[in-house]
């Protein structure tokens, strides 16, 4: 059974992995009252929070050594920063030594700001070199399947982030890349045997 995941995984924002558009449902001044897991509030009181799953992907690509990134085309780019600062993240369920962390600290590389998706995943390429074959988006708006004409393997996020859909586009990568995944198979296989 093949299990590699692809080296990068990007995901848009808004209503990808928190339900609400920041640049026009939040206020400024964001705050998190104390240590509040996954929650903080604008001036007005409205919440910001990650879909229920989202932490626990954040911890398992994280503990398999893929390259997180946020990519949304925002224009409240201070704001989308500000709340990934501020969400505390809680710690990976059933792992004792894991701790509460912000979640900015899951994100390897942040492409945020107004603009094509294609200009995001250029800049994404060009920082970490890795190519396109390579990357797997999640985002919610349909036009963004753009990527798709880079090679990024596209999934369309309809209900926010979840457990299911995460797999999805995950199985979705691995049935386009199925040479690039036997042969890492077969390269642990032997790499094991000496």
């Known amino acids: ?14 209503y990808t992995l928190w339900p609400l558009w920041i640049d026009t449902h939040v206020g400024s001044s964001l705050k998190r009252d104390g240590d509040t897991l996954n929650e903080v509030h604008d001036i007005f009181g409205d919440k910001v ?37 501020l969400l505390l993240v809680p710690p990976k369920a059933g792992d004792a030594s894991s701790t509460v962390m912000p979640a900015i ?25 890795i190519p396109y074959s390579e990357m797997l988006f999640f985002d919610d708006e349909m036009r963004n399947k753009e990527v798709k004409s880079l090679g990024v ?21 691995r049935a386009q890349h199925p040479e690039k995944v036997l042969d890492d198979a077969a390269k642990e296989t032997l790499d094991t045997s000496l």
Request: charged share 20%; with cysteine.
């Open 1 to 14: 059974m093949n299990s590699r995941f692809p080296k990068l995984i990007a995901f848009d924002l808004d």
């Open 153 to 173: 393997t596209f999934q369309l996020v309809q209900q926010g982030l979840d457990n299911a859909c995460f797999e999805k586009g995950v199985e979705n990568w």
């Open 49 to 85: 929070s990650f879909y229920h799953d989202v932490a626990q992907i954040l911890h398992q690509l994280r503990s398999a050594g893929v390259v997180i990134a946020a990519c949304s085309r925002t224009t409240a780019t201070d704001l989308a920063r500000e709340a990934l600062s």
């Open 105 to 129: 600290k899951f994100f390897d590389q942040l492409e945020i700001h107004p603009g094509s998706k294609i200009a995001h995943f250029k800049q994404l390429h060009k920082k970490t070199g």
